[in-house]
């Protein structure tokens, strides 16, 4: 495998050709957040919380989509990019209701924790609150579109690790919603296997296991890379 | 001449209040550095002029919370945004999700007059400027002590750790 060698923040940096930057920011330890992005399923750059600046481009990239180049030079926090990224969570907590003080997820909640990281401490724009359903149907899971980011790892999960593809993206804009099967009861679901892994994965209190009151749904995502790297037929 | 400070409570449940009051015996050497000239802690009745800073909890819901920090507004210099009532509009705000007057439908004995509440619950800095935010629900002794002694020195609070939520 050919070598490039990358400047981040202006520090040299080695990076294996076709490796993604986000690969390469946390191998060498460079912290950038992440909201969509999971160790174990692909990428697809929906967050954007991993902008980064790269000279030469015109427009900033995200780190977990764009493949690293020779001598590749990046800007991973700076005060427009910090900016962004706070701007980032203040939509996402205005676009839907997320109101930590009663969720189920509170204090494991990637959401809520990145806000406090980034020093996101109002959101400027008017809350949407859109009147949104809770999915109960379903014997042991809910899922509550209210703390729902779109950020797709449920999707992706069911669909590149169980294998059954029960979830998808209905609708466009701010009216795209996680469905079922067709929009159908997630109880009535003839794909889904109940394996949980979608709630796992669910980095809000969107996805949770019924019976949690506030604060007590934690997430364990841990299982992910293993069962990605068999799935691939690799040790 | 010791700053003067102000706490207000409107829309939310005191619980703010009771974080103020669990900085336990800090309690004593704020009471000593601050002059507290408004708060449902004494008896003031009207808030009064030239307040240096005010901690105001609870979100905006009703015509009289609207006008109340208006004119705290006018009286205030550094105003703070105390926890998620204010900050997000939090539980209040959940009905805003609902149509008109549906909310009521939580009371055995809805009211029979009308309601002087606004049809969206606020945070207080959609309603006039806000200095400074807390989040929290609600926000520790340790982040209200922070920012009372950061103002006092005039620097920026050190409140990381903070969140929404509790």
């Given at each position: 495998?050919?070598?490039?060698?990358?400047?981040?923040?202006?520090?040299?940096?080695?990076?294996?050709?076709?490796?993604?930057?986000?690969?390469?920011?946390?191998?060498?330890?460079?912290?950038?957040?992440?909201?969509?992005?999971?160790?174990?399923?692909?990428?697809?750059?929906?967050?954007?919380?991993?902008?980064?600046?790269?000279?030469?481009?015109?427009?900033?990239?995200?780190?977990?989509?764009?493949?690293?180049?020779?001598?590749?030079?990046?800007?991973?926090?700076?005060?427009?990019?910090?900016?962004?990224?706070?701007?980032?969570?203040?939509?996402?907590?205005?676009?839907?209701?997320?109101?930590?003080?009663?969720?189920?997820a509170s204090g494991h909640c990637e959401l809520q924790s990145l806000a406090a990281?980034?020093?996101?401490?109002?959101?400027?724009?008017?809350?949407?609150?859109?009147?949104?359903?809770?999915?109960?149907?379903?014997?042991?899971?809910?899922?509550?579109?209210?703390?729902?980011?779109?950020?797709?790892?449920?999707?992706?999960?069911?669909?590149?690790?169980?294998?059954?593809?029960?979830?998808?993206?209905?609708?466009?804009?701010?009216?795209?919603?996680?469905?079922?099967?067709?929009?159908e009861p997630w109880g009535e679901s003839s794909t889904c296997t109940s394996c949980?892994?979608?709630?796992?994965?669910?980095?809000?209190?969107?996805?949770?296991?019924?019976?949690?009151?506030?604060?007590?749904?934690?997430?364990?995502?841990?299982?992910?890379?293993?069962?990605?790297?068999?799935?691939?037929?690799?040790? | 001449?010791?700053?003067?400070?102000?706490?207000?409570?409107?829309?939310?449940?005191?619980?703010?209040?009771?974080?103020?009051?669990?900085?336990?015996?800090?309690?004593?050497?704020?009471?000593?550095?601050?002059?507290?000239?408004?708060?449902?802690?004494?008896?003031?009745?009207?808030?009064?002029?030239n307040v240096d800073v005010t901690l105001v909890e609870g979100a905006v819901s009703?015509?009289?919370?609207?006008?109340?920090?208006?004119?705290?507004?006018?009286?205030?210099?550094?105003?703070?945004?105390?926890?998620?009532?204010?900050?997000?509009?939090?539980?209040?705000?959940?009905?805003?999700?609902?149509?008109?007057?549906?909310?009521?439908?939580?009371?055995?004995?809805?009211?029979?007059?009308?309601?002087?509440?606004?049809?969206?619950?606020?945070?207080?800095?959609?309603?006039?400027?806000?200095?400074?935010?807390?989040?929290?629900?609600?926000?520790?002794?340790?982040?209200?002590?922070?920012?009372?002694?950061?103002?006092?020195?005039?620097?920026?609070?050190?409140?990381?750790?903070?969140?929404?939520?509790?």
């Amino acid at each position: 495998m050919s070598v490039c060698t990358l400047f981040v923040d202006g520090r040299e940096v080695s990076a294996g050709a076709g490796e993604t930057l986000l690969e390469v920011l946390r191998e060498n330890g460079i912290d950038v957040p992440t909201l969509c992005n999971l160790e174990g399923l692909s990428a697809v750059g929906a967050c954007r919380m991993c902008l980064v600046a790269v000279k030469g481009q015109g427009r900033l990239m995200p780190a977990c989509t764009t493949r690293v180049w020779d001598h590749m030079e990046v800007t991973t926090h700076d005060e427009r990019l910090d900016r962004y990224r706070r701007g980032v969570l203040e939509l996402l907590f205005a676009e839907r209701n997320h109101v930590c003080s009663v969720c189920v997820a509170s204090g494991h909640c990637e959401l809520q924790s990145l806000a406090a990281q980034l020093g996101m401490d109002h959101v400027r724009f008017d809350y949407l609150h859109p009147p949104l359903a809770v999915d109960a149907s379903h014997p042991r899971f809910a899922i509550d579109h209210n703390r729902c980011i779109l950020c797709t790892r449920c999707v992706r999960v069911c669909d590149e690790i169980e294998g059954a593809h029960t979830w998808d993206v209905a609708g466009r804009g701010v009216k795209a919603w996680v469905v079922t099967d067709l929009a159908e009861p997630w109880g009535e679901s003839s794909t889904c296997t109940s394996c949980g892994k979608c709630v796992q994965v669910c980095p809000t209190g969107s996805l949770f296991v019924k019976g949690h009151a506030v604060g007590e749904m934690e997430k364990r995502t841990a299982f992910l890379p293993y069962l990605a790297r068999r799935r691939k037929g690799t040790p | 001449m010791r700053p003067r400070l102000a706490t207000v409570w409107l829309d939310g449940c005191s619980g703010c209040h009771m974080s103020l009051l669990d900085m336990d015996e800090r309690l004593l050497d704020v009471a000593t550095r601050y002059e507290l000239v408004y708060s449902p802690l004494i008896d003031a009745k009207e808030f009064p002029d030239n307040v240096d800073v005010t901690l105001v909890e609870g979100a905006v819901s009703t015509e009289a919370d609207l006008a109340k920090i208006r004119k705290i507004r006018g009286r205030t210099r550094t105003l703070v945004s105390l926890g998620d009532c204010a900050v997000t509009g939090n539980i209040p705000a959940l009905r805003n999700l609902l149509p008109p007057g549906e909310a009521l439908a939580v009371y055995d004995h809805p009211p029979r007059s009308e309601v002087p509440a606004l049809r969206h619950v606020q945070p207080v800095h959609q309603v006039v400027p806000v200095e400074l935010h807390l989040p929290g629900c609600p926000p520790s002794a340790d982040a209200i002590h922070e920012v009372l002694i950061a103002l006092l020195e005039g620097r920026a609070p050190d409140v990381r750790g903070a969140r929404f939520g509790n």
